[in-house]
């Protein structure tokens, strides 16, 4: 399909758009008719075309797949078959989710399977062409090519609204699919009278307990309704429950008659479910709805008002605009009620609650830009990821429909709540946020125990280990500012020493982010290309330093060498098949989004506005194809408003943008008219002169008028009204911007000691253990305490290794030739004391195992679902599985241990694991990972110990392997000979 036959539907919306926008300023345009759905719906965009209303519930859209990456979006450009019209999808994910509660119009005879894309005719999908398709903003059509039938679809907030013109029939059918995409665990429907239904969906996916309840109104009551369980119709029921449960609705049609459905969806009830559509759809009238979103959806948009450009950049632009507000989704029914994430009933009280948070992409630009154009909705934001703290026990890294996914890496909701303070916006439980944000840096979870102790991840204990040490340093770094703020001397100083442990993992011999091993010696053989210790990418992509700029730099080697490391990122090409990529830069994800505006740093700006314009022209279009990665709930089109305007936010937590360059002639914010009458009704009008697509260099910048030399602003500049103008020249202007002073200011303090550890030394011993301490810290010095007290200068002075013989606590803090402190390190040193072995047992040789297939999040997920099945397997082997993907197993049985001592376990696995001895966890190796191996020790005696393990798969690679060393042999995978179960199991 060529890009100009898709915008055949809208050429004329710009041609009126291009009169609207030379008007005043003030008043509100219609601008969703910039707006193409489209954009996003092929390529690696997972992006849908539907119909919804902003950050609504509901997203009432077309499936064309159900299975792969395309499918995340419930549609794929390039399909030529609609399966049907799901209520429920997610903006431009990786995981395929959702896409709950379908329905499909069709005339002929009835058929409850979809059939394939070869062959539609085999089940109710239809043929189509996207000819007949329209969309925009709360507005979706098409025609069914196989059944001659016209779809039309709209949506409020709670509720979906169905319109389909039937050909002339006997035989015109509704199917509701609730089995559609992938099955489910537990599916309700039940006809309430000729005129409605009710139900519930209930699945285990990504989101791992999902609960959608629906009421579907009918605007013509059924000739015929029928339920079909496992695919077959079954007649004389008026309700059903299982895990593959459809219905039909029939009638008897009119050429072009209209049928209204209206649906109302709750995660909370079916009562629920009705309210929401009592209160939101309360009459037949389609076109009244159309227009009541298409408003919602204008003021949305008229939040920043832009002039200039060519057609397709502005169609980019209000895409952009769009996509950033179709997520985070509204949460709750219009009584206020939701589904917490311990899957309880909770009433939002005094705010609205909100989930789908995909905070791993969304704390880098989307969440700043509300910082911007939606402050009020950005406190109910926070007060959502606090009611998570409030209901689940700990702040969420991405939230889903009352779920825990703990997908992606950091804990960057403490990025969002710091954001929002530092600019102002409070109007929440300060207290409780700070206390929220240090609880989850706290954990012992997702290496965080390494990084706690030792200062990173090390590669050989944990998947993604570069990664995640320097998000976590970033996410510390965001606490030690809030603490600044709420001036907390105390956690400020801890977490301003955690937020440079990314220098830890930093090669000065290679000037990358490289692994490093527990015992602290470099991964190798390195390649800098190469996935080996990264999330997503690769040593290139990942210098994610945001909050330090200058400190990255003068690792690197100072302004010279680290302006040539950037040269070589953006110009050294490997795939020229890669979408999204220059260079080495990868813009199709998320970590190096700030990556082209770090020239601002080393005084070089016009380096910046190259590739900022480079990326801006040609990495975005007016296409399905038109956004270089997953959308990834708005973080795509966050980066392209914001460069557009000419700045980014490089470090959110700090009260700054750094320039690049402006796409557009004229661009206005519509500040919000807030009610403390700070920053409300302004405008703030950045305007970008002598502009052209050779001029994009600027030559300077004036701020209210008054010449302005800093490469960066503030974002009360921008808050408070004014006004920004760019002068443009088509050649750069080297001078601008170099100074020092001229430069952005990092928002990270002085460097400090590097954190001291434990060189040798056991923490578990049998009789006594020799404790050496080290701090690589060039002439540093190392004071420690054994009495539990907290070290200080004056404590004892570390000389030599210390031996120790009881159980003791050892707290060390090192010290530079300053004066100036690491932070504490604390470390159990712990005597062994020796499990009893289990007797009067009869035992037979092998395991007991349950099989399970689910998409499983954590090994507690085992523990909620019921095993396809049971059976004995001589040892720890995953090979059985009766899939590649997305599976679970869970053994028990008994180990033979041979003789006193302390035995160490090794357990490796690709994903999640938890080994157990005598009941009680000792390796915890969960969540979604590469594999990786964890040690664990304890002290046993001879004899028989009760030994039980959980291990999921949750897509890619799987592996599991259990080994384990003692007093008599060294590490060996164990042995089928050692391990036995109950004989009367």
Not at 254 to 260: A, G, K, T, V
Not at 307 to 319: C, K, L
Not at 648 to 676: H, M, R, W
């Amino acid at each position: 399909m060529t890009e100009s036959k898709m915008r055949k539907n809208v050429i004329w919306f710009i041609l009126i758009g291009m009169i609207l926008l030379s008007g005043c300023a003030n008043e509100q345009q219609d601008l969703t008719q910039f707006v193409n759905p489209f954009i996003g719906t092929g390529g690696d965009g997972h992006t849908y075309p539907g119909a919804n209303a902003p950050f609504g519930m509901v997203q009432l859209s077309p499936d064309t797949r159900t299975e792969g990456q395309p499918s995340c979006g419930g549609y794929y450009y390039p399909d030529s078959t609609i399966i049907g019209f799901s209520h429920t999808h997610l903006n431009g994910v990786g995981e395929p989710e959702f896409r709950d509660v379908l329905f499909m119009p069709t005339v002929g005879k009835v058929q409850v399977t979809a059939g394939s894309e070869e062959n539609p005719e085999t089940g109710y999908r239809s043929r189509y062409d996207h000819s007949s398709e329209i969309a925009h903003p709360g507005y979706y059509s098409v025609m069914l090519d196989d059944y001659d039938i016209k779809v039309e679809l709209t949506a409020t907030e709670r509720c979906g609204f169905h319109k389909y013109i039937f050909p002339k029939s006997d035989s015109a059918n509704i199917i509701i699919d609730l089995a559609h995409p992938n099955g489910a665990e537990e599916l309700i429907i039940k006809k309430v009278s000729d005129d409605e239904i009710e139900g519930l969906r209930r699945s285990h996916g990504w989101a791992f307990d999902q609960y959608v309840y629906f009421v579907a109104k009918f605007s013509k009551p059924f000739s015929n309704f029928a339920i079909a369980v496992n695919d077959k119709i079954t007649p004389n029921i008026s309700e059903a429950k299982g895990k593959n449960i459809k219905a039909v609705v029939s009638y008897s049609t009119n050429q072009y008659e209209p049928i209204f459905v209206k649906v109302g969806i709750s995660a909370v009830s079916v009562d629920g479910a009705r309210k929401n559509l009592e209160a939101e759809i309360k009459d037949w009238n389609f076109e009244k709805v159309i227009e009541h979103t298409k408003q919602k959806w204008n003021k949305e948009l008229n939040k920043i008002k832009i002039e200039g450009g060519t057609n397709e950049q502005r169609t980019v632009f209000y895409t952009s605009m769009y996509h950033v507000s179709l997520s985070p989704i509204l949460f709750m029914d219009v009584d206020g009620k939701y589904r917490g994430i311990d899957h309880k009933i909770h009433e939002a009280k005094d705010f609205t609650n909100y989930s789908v948070f995909s905070l791993w992409d969304t704390f880098r630009g989307v969440h700043p830009l509300f910082t911007i154009i939606d402050r009020k909705r950005t406190n109910d934001f926070i007060r959502s990821l606090l009611a998570k703290y409030d209901d689940g026990g700990r702040l969420p890294m991405w939230p889903l429909v009352g779920n825990y996914t703990d997908d992606m890496l950091g804990y960057h909701a403490v990025s969002v709540i710091t954001d929002a303070y530092v600019k102002g916006i409070r109007d929440y439980d300060v207290e409780k946020a700070f206390k929220a944000m240090k609880e989850i840096s706290q954990m012992d979870r997702l290496g965080l125990k390494y990084y706690k102790n030792i200062g990173y991840l090390p590669y050989d204990r944990q998947g993604e280990s570069v990664s995640k040490t320097l998000e976590y340093s970033y996410d510390d770094w965001c606490i030690s500012q809030m603490a600044k703020a709420l001036d907390k001397k105390g956690d400020y100083d801890y977490y301003n020493v955690r937020s440079h442990f990314y220098k830890n993992v930093f090669d000065t011999t290679t000037n990358f982010m490289r692994g490093k091993s527990f015992d602290r010696k470099w991964l190798s053989p390195f390649d800098p290309l190469k996935n080996s210790a990264y999330s997503e990418g690769n040593a290139y992509q990942y210098m994610f330093v945001p909050h330090d700029a200058e400190g990255l730099i003068e690792l690197a080697g100072g302004d010279e060498e680290f302006t040539k490391w950037l040269d070589v990122l953006f110009t050294y090409k490997t795939d020229e098949n890669q979408h999204g990529i220059i260079g080495q830069y990868w813009h199709g994800n998320e970590p190096g989004h700030h990556l082209p505006y770090l020239y601002n740093y080393v005084g070089k700006p016009w380096k910046t506005q190259e590739i900022v314009h480079k990326i801006l022209t040609e990495l975005y279009s007016d296409s399905p194809d038109g956004i270089a990665g997953n959308e990834d709930c708005g973080q795509m089109s966050a980066w392209y408003i914001l460069s557009s305007m000419g700045f980014y936010s490089v470090s959110p937590g700090q009260e700054i943008y750094i320039f690049g360059t402006p796409l557009f002639n004229k661009a206005v914010i519509n500040l919000e008219n807030l009610p403390d009458g700070k920053a409300g009704g302004k405008e703030f009008i950045i305007e970008a002169k002598d502009l052209s697509p050779q001029n994009y260099y600027i030559q300077s910048v004036s701020l209210n008028g008054k010449l302005y030399s800093k490469s960066y602003i503030k974002h009360s500049d921008i808050i408070n009204g004014g006004s920004l103008v760019f002068e443009m020249g088509d050649k750069p202007n080297k001078k601008w911007g170099k100074s020092k002073e001229n430069r952005p200011p990092s928002g990270n303090d002085p460097s400090v000691v590097a954190l001291p550890y434990i060189k040798r030394g056991k923490t578990l011993f049998a009789n006594s253990t020799k404790i050496e301490l080290a701090c690589d810290t060039k002439n540093s010095e190392i004071h420690y305490t054994l009495d539990g007290t907290e070290p200080t200068m004056k404590s004892t002075l570390y000389s030599s290794p210390v031996r120790i013989t009881k159980t003791t606590t050892i707290k060390f803090e090192a010290y530079d030739k300053e004066d100036l402190p690491s932070g504490v390190v604390e470390i159990q040193l712990t005597k062994a004391t020796y499990n009893e072995p289990v007797k009067n047992i009869r035992i037979v040789p092998g395991l007991n195992y349950d099989y399970y297939k689910k998409f499983f999040v954590t090994t507690a997920d085992l523990d909620i679902v019921k095993p396809l099945s049971h059976g004995v397997i001589k040892t720890f082997n995953i090979d059985n599985a009766k899939i590649d993907e997305y599976f679970g197993f869970r053994f028990d049985g008994y180990i033979r241990v041979p003789s006193d001592g302390i035995y160490t376990f090794y357990l490796e696995s690709n994903d999640g694991s938890r080994l157990y001895i005598d009941g009680a966890e000792l390796i915890e190796n969960d969540a979604n990972h590469g594999s990786i191996t964890e040690p664990g020790s304890i002290g046993l005696k001879a004899g028989l110990h009760k030994i039980d393990l959980k291990y999921f798969q949750a897509g890619g690679g799987k592996a599991l392997k259990v080994s384990w060393e003692g007093p008599s042999f060294n590490r060996r995978e164990i042995r089928a000979n050692e391990l036995f179960r109950r004989k009367n199991k």
